[in-house]
């Protein structure tokens, strides 16, 4: 289209010269353009008005179009449409809500559980610990058993398992402060 635009002054032009008016040159002079040159140009515009037309055709065909498409879908949502579609949030709402509810549930079942395994397998350790350990001669007048502290163990949990006061295994091993054991440590439990 733009193409035909840049020769739309040339072919007004030539349509001015074929319209019968000439210019007579003087004889040394060539004329402007021959009849041939004339003949071409008024086929060119023939052919260019042609082409805009088409255009002009091919514009309207496609405002048509983009206005039946326009009309087709409405700028507004109807009150049922509104309605069912506040539906669906609300559905899916109490869906998430139950889901989460769900979740904080089976959350409880999982630490609940792991709390027992973790408690079953600290039993059997601490008992098979003490199954373990070897009785040892402290000195000449007393006996008892060398326990090799597990992770997870306190001195407390330890006494009790022996049922020992937990001075006594403080006192016996020297140490400074109940706390301060550590994972490996052997600590001598008396009789």
Same mark, same amino acid.
């Given at each position: !289209?733009?193409? &035909?635009?840049?020769?739309?002054?040339?072919?007004? $032009? +030539? =349509? +001015? +010269? /074929?319209?019968?008016? /000439?210019? !007579?040159? =003087? =004889?040394?002079?060539?004329?402007?353009?021959?009849?041939?040159?004339?003949?071409?140009?008024?086929?060119?515009?023939?052919?260019?008005?042609?082409?805009?037309?088409?255009?002009?055709?091919?514009? $309207?065909?496609? @405002?048509? *179009? %983009?206005?039946?498409?326009?009309?087709?879908?409405? $700028?507004? #949502?109807?009150?049922?449409?509104?309605? /069912?579609?506040?539906?669906?949030?609300?559905? +899916?709402?109490?869906?998430?809500?139950?889901?989460?509810? #769900?979740? %904080?549930? *089976?959350?409880?079942?999982?630490?609940?559980?792991?709390?027992?395994?973790?408690?079953?397998?600290?039993?059997?350790?601490?008992?098979?610990?003490? &199954?373990?350990?070897?009785?040892?001669?402290?000195?000449?007048? @007393?006996?008892?058993?060398?326990?090799?502290? @597990?992770?997870?163990?306190?001195?407390?949990?330890? &006494? #009790?398992?022996?049922?020992?006061? !937990?001075?006594?295994?403080?006192?016996?091993?020297?140490?400074?402060?109940?706390?301060?054991?550590?994972?490996?440590?052997?600590?001598?439990?008396? *009789?």
């Amino acid at each position: !289209m733009k193409n &035909a635009l840049r020769f739309l002054p040339l072919a007004l $032009g +030539l =349509a +001015l +010269l /074929s319209t019968g008016c /000439s210019t !007579m040159l =003087a =004889a040394d002079d060539e004329p402007v353009a021959s009849q041939a040159d004339v003949n071409y140009l008024r086929g060119e515009i023939r052919r260019l008005n042609a082409r805009i037309e088409a255009s002009e055709s091919e514009v $309207g065909r496609v @405002q048509s *179009d %983009v206005l039946a498409a326009q009309a087709n879908q409405p $700028g507004y #949502a109807s009150a049922a449409q509104v309605q /069912s579609l506040q539906t669906q949030l609300e559905d +899916l709402q109490r869906q998430i809500r139950a889901l989460d509810a #769900a979740r %904080v549930q *089976d959350k409880k079942e999982i630490y609940d559980d792991i709390s027992k395994k973790i408690s079953t397998i600290l039993k059997s350790s601490s008992s098979s610990s003490a &199954a373990r350990s070897t009785p040892r001669p402290r000195s000449s007048s @007393q006996t008892g058993i060398e326990h090799v502290v @597990q992770p997870g163990e306190s001195l407390s949990k330890i &006494a #009790a398992a022996y049922g020992v006061k !937990m001075s006594v295994i403080v006192d016996e091993n020297g140490l400074s402060s109940p706390d301060n054991i550590r994972v490996g440590q052997k600590l001598f439990i008396p *009789d």
